[in-house]
């Protein structure tokens, strides 16, 4: 048995390849014909699926023996039993009901005998899967709740000195950032690939613990406020929108369960969301498969958009939520949900600048530092890669006020 628990272990790891080897190519199948990478993954998929049956085999055979080992000893005590038992018979030293009886216990015996392999095969195959169980169950998380928690009054958002890593090693993504965000404003952040952007957005929420420094609430450390509390009160649109098997209700209901749907088309309507469910078969009611694939980009971001609006978030965040829209859209959507929202703390994180051109205060981050900070017209004033990204984005036009 404790030969067979490393195999059993190492057969469990060549599956977690095979099944993601499979996954992937599922997911990625037109990426693979777009490219004529089939042959490639089809040999990808061959080789480790032959050495997950190499591992099975190795596992199965060492631990299968025991079955015939086990059924060999009962043959041969029965043999055993009544080649000696039939000569004491003959001899009349015993009679041969004894003889009957004895070989009935001893078949009672060995049944129990097999039965008890059996188990040991079946703890041996479970033994290797509950010790990758039990890592996981074991993992403590890095959230942890404090002791004595407070809830703030108020939704400014400050960072004081935050500087942030993945892991304990590695490079700091973000370096000594300080700013505040007031309650009711509109913060714009824009940057580079890998500026920094959407981690600032994921230590709000606590998604990630600050490494140094604090990100304040209220005036409260996030890390004393109750996680519950404070993520029912930050709602986050991501670029990779999820959406579930299930009606498009059941899909906004993820915002709020006891919603009514004068305020679910509310919703969809500030997101622009309303006409392309009206157009569906059954409206609300229509299905959504498995992560939204009968819906076009757009049409998930903005479903996306309206299940997180229903939620009534005190800070509202987009992180890069409207990519897939297109401009005239996003503008409506902009301007409906500054409306709808006139009142909440908005976060907008975005690639263009017609996406953040009208907020309050604008961040621009490049290697985790902010480089800028201003009003759209400010930067346009003082920031020159600011002016030449808005100058490629949105034409020389966008400079004819600046000095206005």
Known sequence: MMKSVPLYTQMQLWLDKVNTVMRENLLGVRVIKAFNL???QNALFGKVNTEFTEKSIRAQNLTFTLMPIATLVMNLSIVAILWFGGNMVVSGNIETGKIMAFVNYLVQITNSLIMLVNMIINVSRAQASSGRIKEVLDCETSIKECNSPVLPENYDIEFKNVSFRYGESGEYVLKNLSFLFK???TIGIIGATGSGKSSVVSLIPRLYEVTCGQVLIGGCDVKDIPVQHLRSSIGIVLQENVLFQGTVKENMNFGDEEAEEEEIWDSLQAAQAEDFIQAL?????SQVEQ????LSGGQKQRLSIARTLLKKPKILIFDDSTSAVDLSTEARLQFEIAKKMNENTIIVIAQRISGVMDADTILMLDHGS??????HKELLQSNEV??????SQLGKEVLLNVTE
């Open 281 to 285: 078969p059954d409206k609300l009611q």
């Open 183 to 185: 309650e009711g404003q």
């Open 291 to 294: 992560r939204g694939k009968n």
């Open 38 to 40: 089939e042959d490639k």
């Open 370 to 375: 902010v480089i800028a900070k201003g009003t």
């Open 386 to 391: 600011y002016r030449n990204i808005a100058v």
